[in-house]
T-cell receptor
């Protein structure tokens, strides 16, 4: 069974400071891992994905994440927060299950950026 | 049925023709998502439904794309005057909840090829 845990439901940072959103996962197989962002009243937008290639994945808007198998983590980082980064972020694990692609979303982390 | 179903599984069409893609979500799931996945790319969000309303259509690439949903049941994605760049796998997912929380169950997709 797969699961994903986002360790912080809310994160607050000042504009221009680093962002760290934490994610741990469990999976029976080699998973694919994703980070999605959802701005208010918007659908999900893919930030980045890991699919067994390079462990350091770079995404859009300056975000990146590092897959650490030994720690079963896939934390999302950004060197300098921007006001437009304020949104909810979802860590997602995906694996094939019974012929279907089963996708499990984390509970989300709401990022607040303080001017 | 046990999961999300989509039809047709494959569709080959000529440029300029209209196509209609169908999605049958898991019974009782209120949320339904359409995604597009081009070869080697991540999921590109198109539209999501909460019941039969579509709070977010921002992912639709152009006005040639439209979607509707009947109640909390079947959804159809229509692409008018297809172009070669529309070639992709179109994935539908349903979820019990309207936010990203929990598990989205994806259908097998419709592979669209526009010649």
């Amino acid at each position: 069974a797969q699961s994903v845990t986002q360790l912080d439901s809310h994160v607050s940072v000042s504009e221009g400071t680093p962002v760290l959103l934490r994610c741990n996962y469990s999976s029976s197989y080699s998973p694919s891992l994703f980070w999605y962002v959802q701005h208010p009243n918007k659908g999900l937008q893919l930030l980045l994905k890991y699919t067994s290639a390079a462990t350091l994945v770079k995404g859009i808007n300056g975000f990146e994440a590092e897959f650490k198998k030994s720690e079963t983590s896939f934390h999302l980082t950004k060197p300098s927060a921007h006001m437009s980064d304020a949104a909810e972020y979802f860590c997602v694990v995906s694996e094939n299950s019974g012929g279907y692609q089963k996708v499990t979303f984390g509970t989300g982390t709401k990022l607040q950026v303080i001017p | 049925g046990a999961g999300v179903s989509q039809s047709p599984s494959n569709k080959v069409t000529e440029k300029g023709k209209d196509v209609e893609l169908r999605c049958d979500p898991i019974s009782g799931h209120t949320a339904l998502y359409w995604y597009r996945q081009r070869l080697g790319q991540g999921l590109e969000f198109l539209i999501y439904f909460q019941g039969n309303s579509a709070p977010d259509k921002s992912g639709l690439p152009s006005d040639r794309f439209s979607a509707e949903r009947t109640g909390e049941s079947v959804s159809t994605l229509t692409i008018q005057r297809t172009q070669q760049e529309d070639s992709a796998v179109y994935l539908c997912a349903s979820s019990q909840h309207g936010t990203g929380v929990g598990t989205q169950y994806f259908g097998p997709g419709t592979r669209l090829l526009v010649l």
